[in-house]
């Protein structure tokens, strides 16, 4: 099966409003109608809205970093999927390694967004990973698996549909160290037959499977090679509009 590659950058807690509207406009003109590859960008809350504006009838699409399950309420310092939807955004973050290790989030949130941005219109990128303390006691498969399983809790099949996944080792992670493609081919393989396990064939060959770990322009080639990664999620070099199009131009 065909699957149209993601790249994905993800703006952590940095651009004022200026400078994201700045980065968003220089992207548009580099790549606006990059039709082979659905770029997302998905810069803070301060700044969807000018980004939206920014992108407004680009092919670039827009993303939040976070959400929280419920609509509203009493949850200071939170948002919720209808107000992302709100100022434009199609995609948002989930699971982000620096939001399970900084904001001790758990596995049962990250379930509880996935529920309620799947009853949205949001495609959740959902991330999952290994530390290196965890790969080195050879527990890659029970952490990233784990991980997955307690994410997709109580949902179907035909409501993953249209998730995406990210493995992020989170050792390769903002540190310049990326995983080869070969180590991770083999993780993405491994994620895809354990959903063709669980849930479908179908559904394991339909979901996109992203890379995530310093994706850099001069390494996306060899990782987009592996038939199991589909994409990208990149921090760091989607900060800069030539990188992060050298990286959707691989
Ligand atoms: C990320 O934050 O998801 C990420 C992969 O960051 P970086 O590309 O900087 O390693």
């Not at 035909?158 to 990210?166: D, F, H, Q």
């Not at 992020?168 to 994620?191: D, F, K, N, R, Y």
Request: proline residues 3%; contains cysteine; negative net charge.
């Amino acid at each position: 099966m065909q699957r149209k590659p993601v790249i994905a950058g993800n703006w952590k807690m940095h651009r004022t409003r200026k400078e994201s509207e700045e980065l968003a406009a220089s992207l548009r003109r580099k790549l606006d109608g990059h039709r082979d590859v659905e770029v997302v960008v998905c810069p803070p809350y301060t700044a969807l809205d000018v980004a939206a504006e920014a992108l407004k009838g680009s092919s670039i699409r827009l993303g939040a970093q976070n959400v929280h399950w419920e609509d509203e309420g009493a949850y200071t310092g939170e948002i919720s999927a209808w107000m992302l939807e709100d100022c434009g955004c199609e995609f948002v973050i989930l699971g982000h390694s620096e939001r399970r290790q900084h904001f001790r989030e758990t596995d049962e949130q990250v379930n509880l967004k996935l529920r309620r941005a799947l009853e949205s219109s949001l495609t959740p990128i959902l991330c999952v990973g290994e530390t290196l303390e965890e790969r080195g006691r050879q527990r890659v498969e029970d952490v990233v698996l784990g991980q997955l399983e307690q994410a997709v809790d109580k949902l179907t099949a035909e409501s993953l549909s249209r998730i995406i996944v990210a493995y992020e080792p989170v050792w390769a992670i903002g540190t310049g160290e990326t995983a080869t493609p070969e180590t991770a081919e083999e993780v993405h393989s491994m994620i895809r037959e354990w959903l063709a396990e669980v849930f479908s064939q179908e559904l394991s060959q339909r979901l996109r499977i992203l890379y995530g770990g310093s994706v850099k322009p001069d390494n996306i080639s060899g990782l987009m090679a592996q038939p199991n990664i589909d994409g990208a999620l990149v921090g760091g070099a989607g900060l800069d509009a030539d990188s992060f199009a050298g990286i959707v131009r691989f």
